[in-house]
Every structure is written in C-alpha cells, then in structure tokens.
C-alpha cells in the first residue's frame, strides 16, 4: 500500500507504487490547482524518469501548461513554484526513503506543501480528460538566490567536504559553494550512484568522518535523496545529532522576540535557544506542511523539525532546505569555529528508535499508550512528559513503522528513557493484539 500523507506519495516503485498510480495523482493535482502553469521535476532514483513522465502525462491530462525541469532539489523546486508565481508542481522523490522506493511530492501556488485538508480533497477529484500542453520552463535562480542571499565569497578560507548520496544535488551543490568562496571536496557525486544510506539522519556517515579528518576539513555537510534533509559532521569526524541543525540556525538567524515553531519531536534546546533571545516557541505536529501551517499562522521567523535535520527559512521557502543551511554556516565558520558554536548549545540527549509495524498494528498501541496515560500529549502521537525529559511515540508518515524519541540531560538519562518507553510500547503492542 503506498503511504499518503502531507509529507507525500511513497511506495515501492513496481510494487504497490505503478505508474499508473503516479499519473491518476497528478492528474488529480493539476485538476485541483489548474489550469495552469504546473512545473515537474524528480530526483536520480532508477524509476524516477519512468514516474515523471507518467505524472507529466496525468498533468496534461488534467489541462496543465507542464514545465519539465528535469533533475531538480526539493527545495529548489519549492523556490520555483514562489519565484515564478505558477500554479504549482510536482516533484518525483522518495527524499530520505531506500533507493527502491519512490513518490511524489506536491506544491501549491506560493511555495509550500499540501495540508492535510487539501489531501483529503485530491482522493475525491475524478473527471475527464483534457487537452494540456508542455511549455519551456525558466531557468530556476535557487542557487543565485542562495548566494543573494548568503552572499558570493562570504565562505572564503572555509574549508568543507561534501556528501551528495548520489542524489539530486550531484547537479549544483558543489558549484554553489564554490561560489561561496569555500575549499570544497565531494564524495558520492555520482547522480543515482547510491553509496549509502539516503538518509543522513540514520547513516553514520563514517566515510564522510574520514575525509574530514585525513584533510583537516572545517566541516562535513550529508544530504538526502532530494536535498532537503541535512546532517553535519564536525572537524573530529563526529557526526552531530540532527537537532543540532536547527539550534545553529536559531543561533545564527534567530532574532529578539517574534516565534519559532518546531516539530513536537524536536529537542528541547533548540526551544531554549530561542526562549533565551524572547522568542515565543511553538509546536507543531511533525511533517514541514504541518510546521509550515503553524509557522503561517503565527507568523515565525524560523521553523523546522529537529529529528530531520530540517530548517524552514519562510522569507525564502516554505521547505526545509537543508542547501540554504549548509551555506549560513559555512558563512559564520569563517570567522568562528563550529566547536565555538555547539558548546552555546544547552545540553541534551534525543535518542531515536524506530519499530517496523503496520499501520493498525501502530493504531492500536497508540490508542493503549493514551488509555494508560490520558494526561499525555497528543498533538501528535503521545507524548509524555516525565521528570527527566520526554518521550514521544508516533506513527511515521513516511514508513509503516512507529518512532520512539526520547530526551533527557544526558545519554545515560535517555538510554533509561528509551529502554522505558520500549517496554512501555511492547506492553501496549501485547495488549493491543
């Protein structure tokens, strides 16, 4: 079954996920935001071409002016869509997904992601065919924008080495910062050649640790599949932990009073990082539609979700754009050291665990965790606060799995929190059976 969510379309590419499943979607997306210009772009994954040009049909079918952008980033895309005030798009990506999986991922008129309501209403669209048409895009200015607004040159004399996985950002990543003035080296630059795990998050990202320390790097920078996810390895080869994104863009971009809104997954440092400066911090269920809703309506200057490595920038996207966060650091490293950096960040541990498990087997124990405990957080999944930290159990969006996140002062505390909450969870699961 392939998993539908705000987060997008994914499914195992000639399994449950067909072609013709991707152009009765697009079809039903270019009905709902059309007639109109609708662009269209995908990652390097083996199946995507075959998936663009089934949606690409869908969309003309539909009535859509379609413009193929080809290879494309996530955040890249979402840029055009603003940029260029179309009508929307569609992107061909499984993001941090296996390279066997694939989907699409939709973007609305002014640069963001579907909400959960606009879902809802696509799986009602039926219709006739219409008479669409394909159209010569423009030339996407993400990068240009980047450098706007970063500034050309700003990361002179910062030395960085690069992870692509083998995806989307193979097409500009390097040159972009090279433009920034940074020293910089690639690894996995091959488009489609996957030498890794495409989710940084999840990967130990060792190869890139050794590249960094054998040339005395200042900084590693990992991407997903579609450039939106980002984690980062330090000058000691250590991966840092993916909150860790976020709490440097608050250190580097925040701002005195105003709000920031983070996904209820995300360590509680980033919260307060920006509680320090005045900034009200608000929550969000996890998913960037979600985040971007809520970062929308209370107007936040930065957003993003701690456990992806992602940052919303919402004066340049409503997407998390792990490229633009890349080139902020690599701007402020030259003149500071990231050691410099974290150790402004408060203290603390997120563990993540995540279970495969069916969606009504999921249901099922989280329905038990809420009887058991009715005082919980349920904004998304169930969260409980407990007195040395959190923990969150929730279905994954993106998976039929559930995910366990945790924090406490330190890695002891949030090993004991984690081994809680497994037995916790494996209670509920019995219960629920």
């Known amino acids: 079954m392939v998993l539908e969510s705000v987060s997008g379309l994914r499914g195992v590419y000639g399994h449950d996920l067909t072609l013709h499943y991707a152009r009765k979607w697009a079809f ?9 210009r609708v662009a269209i772009g995908r990652d390097t994954r083996p199946s995507s071409q075959a998936l663009l040009e089934a949606a690409e049909a869908g969309l003309k079918a539909s009535g859509c002016r379609v413009q193929s952008l080809g290879v494309v980033t996530t955040p890249e895309m979402f840029r055009y869509v603003r940029v260029e005030d179309i009508e929307g798009a569609v992107v061909v990506t499984a993001s941090h997904n296996p390279p066997e999986w694939n989907g699409l991922k939709f973007v609305v ?3 963001r992601g579907l909400y959960e309501e606009e879902l809802a209403s696509l799986r009602e669209i039926g219709g006739s065919s219409k008479k669409g048409s394909s159209m010569r895009p423009k030339k996407p200015t993400y990068y240009e924008d980047i450098l706007r607004e970063v500034g050309e040159g700003s990361g002179s004399g910062t030395a960085i ?4 996985g083998g995806g989307s950002g ?4 390097v040159q972009l910062f090279r433009r ?4 910089v080296r690639a690894i996995n630059y091959t488009p489609g050649v996957f030498g890794r795990m495409l989710d940084p998050t999840e990967d130990p990202l060792e190869d890139l640790g050794k590249v960094i320390t054998k040339g005395n790097y200042d900084v590693g920078f990992a991407f997903d599949g579609d ?3 980002l984690a980062i390895v330090d000058a000691s080869g250590s991966k840092l932990p993916a909150d860790s994104v976020l709490a440097l863009m608050v250190l580097l971009e925040g701002r005195e009073g105003g709000s920031l809104t983070m996904s209820v997954d995300t360590s509680s440092a980033v919260a307060d990082l920006a509680s320090r400066r005045g ?3 608000i929550l969000a269920p996890v998913g960037e539609a979600n985040v971007v809703k809520a970062m929308i309506r209370s107007k936040s200057y930065l957003g993003g979700e701690g456990s992806s490595g992602g940052v919303i920038f919402p004066h340049f996207s409503y997407c998390r754009d792990g490229l633009l966060a890349a080139a902020i650091l690599t701007k402020a490293l030259k003149n500071r050291q990231l050691k410099e950096l974290l150790d402004e960040i408060p203290p603390r541990c997120v563990l993540r665990f995540k279970l495969p498990l069916s969606r009504v087997a999921a249901a099922k124990a989280l329905n038990g965790l809420v009887r058991r405990h009715p005082d919980a957080v349920t904004l998304d999944g169930v969260r409980l606060n407990v007195r040395r930290g959190w923990m969150l159990f929730r279905a994954s969006r993106t998976e039929e799995a559930i995910r366990i996140s945790v924090e406490g002062d330190n890695r002891k505390q949030a090993e004991g ?8 969870l494996e209670d509920a699961l019995r219960q629920g059976m």
Do not use: I
């Open 170 to 173: 193979c097409k500009g990543v």
């Open 161 to 164: 080495v690069v992870d692509l």
């Open 109 to 111: 008129r002014g640069g």
């Open 227 to 229: 450039a939106d996810r």
């Open 180 to 183: 920034l003035g940074a020293d």
């Open 28 to 36: 039903r997306f270019g009905s709902y935001v059309g007639p109109g």
């Open 279 to 281: 900034s009200e911090v």
């Open 417 to 424: 929190l984690l081994e809680e909450a497994k037995a916790m």
